[in-house]
C-alpha cells in the first residue's frame, strides 16, 4: 500500500509535519517494505491555494491514505474526492507513525480538523486544535479554540460558533470520535454543505472577476 505523510524532512527519522498543505517535504511510503519517495513541497510558499495544489499533487502518486497533523477544508475536499482516506493527529517520528498505521491504531477522519489557511505563519501554532465547530453565522462558544470562517463571519470557541476552528491547546487525536455518532455525522454533513457552497460562491466570483 501506498501512502503519503507530512514531513520536516526528506528522510523517515524525520518528524511529521503538522501542516498538510505548507509541510516541507511529502514522503510517498510503500507499507510493504517502507521503500519511499520524498518530494520536496514546492506549494508550501504559496499566498494562498496551497492545500488545494498540495492534495491534487499527492492525489495524483497512487496514495492510499494521507497521514499528517491537520488538513483544512479545501485540501480534505480533494483528497476526498479521489478517493483518498484522511488521518489527522498524527505526531512525532514519521517511522513510528507508519508503524502505528501498520499496526491499525489509526482510523480515517471524518472531515477537516482545522480552518482554511491554518499553517500560514501568522496563524500556525504548531499544533491541529479541536477540530471543528459546528454551524455558521457568527458566535461565541465556551472553548478554547479561535474559529476563523469561511467568508460567513467569524467565531470564537467550540461549541456553536463560527465554522472552522483550531486551538493552540491539545492535538486532535487520530481516531477521535463524538460521543454520539448520529450527532457528529450530522456535524460533518453541514460542515461540508458549508464547505461546497463556499467554493461554489468563490467559483462565480472568480467567473465574474474573469468576465470584467
Known amino acids: 500500500m501506498r501512502i503519503a505523510i507530512t514531513s520536516e524532512n526528506s528522510t523517515l527519522d ?11 517535504f511529502f514522503l ?32 495524483g502518486k497512487g496514495i492510499a491514505h ?18 483518498i482516506e484522511v488521518i489527522t493527529g ?3 517520528n514519521v517511522r ?5 498505521f501498520q499496526g491499525g491504531r489509526f482510523t480515517a477522519t471524518g472531515g477537516p480538523n482545522v480552518a482554511d489557511h491554518y499553517g500560514v505563519s501568522e496563524n500556525f501554532s504548531g499544533q491541529a486544535g479541536a477540530g471543528m465547530n459546528a454551524a455558521g453565522g457568527s458566535g461565541m462558544g465556551g472553548g478554547r479554540g479561535m474559529g476563523r470562517g469561511m467568508g460567513m463571519g467569524r467565531g470564537m470557541g467550540g461549541g456553536m460558533g463560527m ?14 470520535q463524538n460521543e454520539s455518532g ?12 458549508q464547505i461546497n ?10 467567473g465574474s472577476k474573469g468576465k470584467k
Open 14 to 24: 524525520a518528524r511529521v509535519d503538522q501542516r498538510f498543505g505548507r509541510c516541507p
Open 28 to 59: 510517498i511510503v510503500n507499507t510493504d517494505d517502507l521503500s519511499f519517495e520524498a518530494i520536496e513541497n514546492q506549494n508550501a510558499l504559496l499566498g494562498g491555494g496551497a492545500g488545494i495544489q498540495s492534495a491534487q499533487m499527492v492525489a
Open 66 to 83: 494521507v497521514l499528517t497533523g491537520a488538513c483544512g477544508p479545501n485540501a480534505y475536499q480533494v483528497l476526498a474526492a479521489a478517493g
Open 90 to 92: 498524527c505526531t512525532g
Open 96 to 100: 513510528d507513525v507508519i508503524r502505528q
Open 163 to 176: 465554522g472552522a476552528g483550531f486551538g493552540s491547546q491539545q492535538p486532535v487525536a487520530a481516531n477521535y
Open 182 to 193: 448520529e450527532d457528529e455525522l450530522e456535524l460533518l454533513k453541514r460542515q461540508m454543505q
Open 197 to 206: 457552497e463556499r467554493i461554489q460562491q468563490l467559483e462565480k466570483e472568480k
